[in-house]
């Protein structure tokens, strides 16, 4: 997934049922240090939480003049 520019935010959207519930997946790395799980990688492949099946997402942009 490329990187996304702060100034043209998006959102994430199933295209079953229009919702933002979206989940993708991702690969994280033990951080000794911190004692947290860091985002190591994320996929292309993204799962809608209320389908319950893989969707290919959708994305919007944010609209800040609504
Ligand atoms: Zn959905």
Same mark, same amino acid.
């Given at each position: 997934? *490329?990187?996304?520019? *702060?100034?043209?935010?998006?959102?994430?959207?199933? *295209?079953? /049922? $229009? $919702?933002?519930?979206?989940?993708? &997946?991702? /690969?994280?790395?033990?951080?000794?240090?911190? +004692?947290?799980?860091?985002?190591?990688?994320?996929?292309?492949?993204?799962? /809608? &939480? &209320?389908? $319950?099946?893989?969707?290919?997402?959708?994305?919007? *942009?944010? +609209?800040?003049?609504?």
């Amino acid at each position: 997934m *490329p990187a996304r520019e *702060p100034d043209h935010p998006i959102t994430i959207h199933c *295209p079953h /049922c $229009g $919702g933002q519930s979206i989940l993708a &997946d991702a /690969c994280a790395r033990w951080n000794v240090e911190t +004692q947290e799980w860091e985002l190591s990688n994320v996929f292309d492949n993204t799962t /809608c &939480d &209320d389908c $319950g099946i893989e969707v290919s997402a959708v994305e919007r *942009p944010v +609209q800040e003049d609504a």
